[in-house]
């Protein structure tokens, strides 16, 4: 209802606005205001938001990027996620990051544990590398990894590996093989956070989740000064559960898919 009478619609969309990037004004008081008219908000998220490791152990890899392939274990199957990624001085950056850094948010909101997350450096697998590593003829660890990788990049990998880079290849063990593959083709990303909505950028669906699921789809109409709920076949679900429906469902169409030391 408005100066000019009654306008009436089987549903009102309040566009609320959501919680990125608050120094632009995007700071979550659409939903504040929401709240106060009535509607239920249930816990939003940030998506697509840097991954922080405290301490962090790649501080001294700050400023290298490269093209990765990260996947992050599902209960039924995983999630794999291609494109840029970049070492910070706190942590991770880079689309490849940001695409699978709403499962870490959702592990810690749920206190089962941080979400498990690999990175495969390079194009070549577990099965490529480790072929790589048995035919490299009389060459060494080092230069070998190095031809893949940057170098600092390269020189910490075999480090942890726990390999000296001049030892020959052939003379390499077959634990110190395998040890190699892991880091190279499976390198477990430590983190402990994120930054959360001070950097998040919202995935199309999230944002989506956070006026319709924050909201609630039972709340759609505002009458003046007060909102009246208008049920519907079903009641909106918590914008996390939506999240793991969705997950869950591009896994199967898909089969593919503490502190820091």
Same mark, same amino acid.
């Not at 063990?173 to 956070?193: D, F, H, N, Q």
């Given at each position: 209802?408005h100066?000019?009478? $009654?306008?009436?619609g ?5 566009? @609320? ?8 004004? #995007?700071?979550g ?5 929401? $709240?106060r008219? /009535? ?11 840097p991954?922080?490791?405290?301490p962090p ?5 700050? /400023?290298?990027s ?6 992050a274990?599902l209960p039924?199957?995983? &999630? ?18 940001l695409?699978?850094s ?6 810690l909101?749920d ?5 498990e ?8 697998? @577990? $099965? $490529?590398?480790?072929r790589?590593l048995?035919e490299?003829?009389?060459? @060494? ?17 075999v480090r ?5 880079a001049?030892?020959p290849?052939?003379?390499? @063990? ?7 593959v892991e ?5 477990? &990303? ?8 001070r ?16 909201l609630?789809?039972?709340h759609?109409? &505002?009458?003046?000064?007060a909102?009246? /709920?208008v049920?519907?076949?079903?009641a ?6 939506v999240?793991?429906?969705l997950h869950r469902?591009?896994t199967?169409?898909?089969?593919r898919q503490? #502190?820091?030391?």
């Amino acid at each position: 209802e408005h100066a000019g009478g $009654e306008i009436l619609g089987r549903a009102v969309v309040l566009a @609320t606005g959501g919680l990125s990037v608050p120094a632009s004004g #995007s700071d979550g008081g659409g939903l504040r205001i929401a $709240e106060r008219l /009535g509607h239920t908000i249930h816990p939003t998220y940030p998506a697509l938001t840097p991954l922080v490791c405290d301490p962090p152990p790649h501080a001294d890899l700050a /400023g290298i990027s490269l093209e990765v392939e990260i996947e992050a274990p599902l209960p039924r199957g995983h &999630l794999p996620t291609r494109g840029g990624f970049l070492f910070t001085h706190r942590g991770y950056s880079g689309p490849a990051v940001l695409d699978i850094s709403h499962l870490a948010v959702l592990s810690l909101m749920d206190g089962g544990g941080p979400q498990e997350i690999r990175v495969r450096w390079t194009a070549a697998g @577990t $099965e $490529e590398w480790d072929r790589r590593l048995q035919e490299g003829g009389a060459g @060494t660890v080092g230069p070998l990894v190095r031809r893949e990788l940057p170098d600092r990049l390269a020189e910490r990998l075999v480090r942890e590996a726990g390999v000296d880079a001049a030892r020959p290849l052939a003379e390499l @063990t077959r634990e110190e093989r395998k040890a190699l593959v892991e880091v190279l083709a499976r390198y477990p &990303l430590p983190w402990t956070g994120d930054e959360g909505y001070r950097t998040a950028r919202w995935l199309e669906f999230v944002a989506l989740l956070t006026v319709l699921g924050a909201l609630g789809f039972r709340h759609a109409v &505002l009458p003046p000064l007060a909102a009246r /709920g208008v049920p519907t076949a079903d009641a909106a679900d918590p914008p996390q559960e939506v999240g793991r429906r969705l997950h869950r469902q591009r896994t199967i169409h898909n089969p593919r898919q503490k #502190s820091c030391s």
